[in-house]
C-alpha cells in the first residue's frame, strides 16, 4: 500500500485542550467538496456540525427552520438537532467539519452561543485555511495529512473565537493572551462599531494600558491598527470577490464609501477599483478552473 493509498483511508482528525477540556476536530474525505445534489435525509447526531460554504449557495434545514447559506457563510449545527442539506446549486463547493465536545463548561456554552445564531460569517483567514485543506486534498503531497490537521486545528479555535462565548466559559478568556483578545476583537467588530473604551474593558484594562499594549505589540494606536485591519479585509475581498465597492466598505466598516475611498487612496495611493483591477487578474491566472 502506497502512502497516498493509505493516507486515503482515514479521516482527518485534531484533538484540542482547551480550557481544561479536550474537544475533538473531524472531517471526513468525502465531505472535502460537495456540487450538484446536495439533497439528505433528515438527522441528527450527538455532535457539534460544521457547514462552510466556499463557492455558491445551499440551504439547510435546522429543526424545520431553513437556513440559506451563500459563499463566505458557515452554519453550525447544535447536538440533537435534527437537519439536513435541502438544496443547493451545481456550483456548490462546502467543507463540513465535525466538533465532538464532552458534557461540560465547554459543550453548555457552545449550545447556548449556537441556539442564539446559528449562521456566522467567517473571515477571509478562515475561508483560506478551508481553501488550504482542499488544495492540500487534491494535490496530496508528502506531508499533507500532518499540514492539513494544523490547518484544521487553527480553523477550530477561530471557530470557537467566532461564537463569542468567552461570558459563558470565563475560562477560556482567562487562559487567551491579551494579545488573542486584541487580535480576536478587531477581526470580528469590524463592521460593528469597535471602539478602545469597549476593547480596554473586555480586557479589564484602562485606556492607557491598553494603549501601551497596542504600541508594544503593533507599533501602533488602537485607530492605527483598526485602519490597517480595515484594510487588509478590503484588499481581500477586493481580489477575491466581485462585491461592490460600496458594500466592501460597508463591511469593513464606513458608513459611506466615499469615506472609505479616500482612505483606500490615502493608504494604497490608488482607488479601491485600481486595486482590484490590478490584482483580481493576476489572482484569477493562478485560480484552478471550477
Known amino acids: 500500500m502506497t502512502w497516498q493509498e493509505a493516507w486515503r483511508s482515514h479521516s482527518l482528525e485534531y484533538s484540542l485542550r482547551l480550557a481544561?477540556?479536550?474537544?475533538?476536530?473531524?472531517?471526513d474525505e468525502t465531505a472535502y467538496e460537495i456540487a450538484g445534489d446536495l439533497i439528505g435525509q433528515v438527522h441528527n447526531h450527538p455532535k457539534f456540525e460544521?457547514?462552510?460554504?466556499?463557492?455558491?449557495?445551499c440551504k439547510i434545514d435546522v429543526d424545520g427552520n431553513g437556513a440559506a447559506l451563500c459563499a463566505g457563510q458557515a452554519a453550525v449545527i447544535a447536538p440533537g438537532q435534527y437537519h439536513r442539506v435541502v438544496?443547493?446549486?451545481?456550483?456548490?463547493?462546502?467543507l463540513v467539519m465535525n466538533l465532538i465536545v464532552p458534557e461540560g463548561t465547554m459543550r453548555r456554552a457552545l449550545v447556548k452561543?449556537?441556539?442564539?445564531?446559528?449562521?456566522?460569517?467567517?473571515?477571509?483567514g478562515m475561508l483560506e485555511l478551508c481553501r488550504g485543506i482542499l488544495d492540500e486534498s487534491r494535490q496530496r503531497p508528502p506531508f499533507c495529512r500532518e499540514l492539513m490537521r494544523l490547518r484544521l486545528a487553527e480553523l477550530g479555535i477561530l471557530l470557537l473565537r467566532l461564537l463569542d462565548m468567552r461570558e459563558d466559559v470565563p475560562a477560556v478568556e482567562g487562559t487567551l493572551r491579551p494579545i488573542s483578545i486584541i487580535d480576536n476583537y478587531f477581526e470580528c467588530q469590524?463592521?460593528?462599531?469597535?471602539?478602545?473604551?469597549d476593547l480596554a474593558s473586555k480586557l479589564h484594562l484602562?485606556?492607557?494600558?491598553?494603549?501601551?499594549?497596542?504600541?508594544?505589540?503593533?507599533?501602533?494606536?488602537f485607530r492605527e491598527k483598526l485602519l490597517r485591519n480595515r484594510m487588509d479585509q478590503a484588499k481581500w475581498l477586493l481580489?477575491?470577490?466581485?462585491?461592490?465597492?460600496g458594500t466592501i466598505a460597508e463591511e469593513v466598516g464606513y458608513a459611506h464609501d466615499s469615506a472609505f475611498r479616500e482612505a483606500f487612496r490615502r493608504e494604497f495611493a490608488m482607488t479601491p477599483?485600481?486595486?482590484?483591477?490590478?490584482?483580481?487578474?493576476?489572482?484569477?491566472?493562478?485560480?484552478?478552473?471550477?
Open 113 to 124: 452561543a449556537v441556539a442564539q445564531r446559528n449562521v456566522f460569517e467567517m473571515t477571509p
Open 87 to 94: 438544496s443547493g446549486d451545481n456550483g456548490c463547493r462546502r
Open 273 to 290: 477599483q485600481e486595486y482590484r483591477l490590478k490584482h483580481t487578474k493576476s489572482s484569477q491566472g493562478q485560480e484552478e478552473p471550477k
Open 20 to 27: 481544561g477540556e479536550s474537544l475533538q476536530l473531524t472531517v
Open 239 to 245: 481580489r477575491h470577490t466581485d462585491k461592490t465597492v
Open 206 to 221: 484602562s485606556r492607557r494600558q491598553l494603549n501601551r499594549i497596542l504600541k508594544a505589540t503593533y507599533g501602533m494606536g
Open 190 to 197: 469590524m463592521g460593528q462599531d469597535p471602539s478602545a473604551d
Open 50 to 57: 460544521v457547514h462552510i460554504l466556499l463557492e455558491g449557495n
